[in-house]
């Protein structure tokens, strides 16, 4: 998720060429405490630790499947935005690029999106989220348009941006479906009723729900996927095990 805050932080950022992605090939139990540091791992995705939203410290262990959440000290009030999305993801963002990619690709191009991801759940407030970023322009920088979220878990009282616009079943799964914007781009949430540790699924199902909704056309551009946790308080030990993903026009 990217609140107006987080856009407007970063554009400051970036405008005084202060956002530094510390980026190598990573190799198992490399760590990440740098605010916007990632690296590279199977030669193929990116792991950052995003901690967009807080000065507190938050660390990643990097395995080559994945991250764990080592230590996460921020907190965030559950009616507002979380602290941060340490995630792992396929394309590009904020002009740091999986290595190889695809992406961006016209939507219209992609003949497959499939992803495979395992969760790992600890205690916390927080969201399990996959995150599928589509803009009408193939950018690699600053904030996409439409953000898909998909909430595989959350804890806590807090809930997506918007409101609950009603359910759906996409990939054989029933979701509850929350429609929003929160000043810098608009965002399509599908929750899960209840937990989901492990799945692999097509990302163009959730893809062709959007644009069946009217939120974008097939001229519009997948720019990346992500799949990580939002944590408003708490969140040492969340884990995602294992992520891939392929992209193919």
């Known amino acids: 998720m990217v609140s107006t805050v987080r ?7 970036l405008a005084a060429g202060t956002v530094v992605a510390a980026t190598g090939q990573a190799q198992a139990d490399t760590t990440i405490c740098d605010q916007y540091g990632s690296t590279t791992i199977q030669g193929r995705y990116v792991v950052q630790n995003n901690r967009w939203g807080t000065s507190a410290t938050q660390c990643l262990n990097v395995t080559s499947t994945g991250f764990q959440i080592t230590t996460q000290q921020g907190s965030a009030p559950t009616n507002g935005a979380p602290v941060s999305y340490p995630s792992v993801f396929l394309g590009c963002h904020y002009n740091n690029c999986s290595p190889g ?5 016209q939507v219209s191009r992609i003949r497959s999106a499939t992803s495979s991801i395992d969760f790992r759940y600890a205690g916390g407030t927080f969201d399990a989220a996959y995150d599928i970023w589509l803009d009408p322009t193939p ?8 953000e898909i979220m ?11 941006i918007g409101s609950v616009v009603g359910t759906t079943n996409v990939g054989g799964r029933t979701w509850q479906v929350w429609r929003g914007s929160n000043g810098a781009n608009n965002v399509i949430s599908y929750v899960a009723p209840s937990a989901i540790t492990s799945w ?3 990302v163009m199902d959730f893809v062709n729900d959007v644009k069946a909704r009217g939120a974008i056309t097939t001229s519009w551009y997948l720019t990346s ?3 990580g946790f939002e944590p408003w308080s708490g969140g040492t030990g969340l884990a995602v095990t294992n992520f891939s993903a392929a992209v193919s026009g």
């Open 200 to 202: 692999s699924f097509s």
């Open 7 to 13: 856009a407007l932080a970063l554009a400051v950022l």
């Open 101 to 105: 990619s695809t992406l961006p690709m």
């Open 139 to 146: 950018k690699t920088n600053g904030v996409n348009q439409v």
């Open 150 to 160: 998909i909430w595989f878990n959350r804890q806590g009282s807090i809930q997506p």
């Open 225 to 227: 996927i992500q799949a």
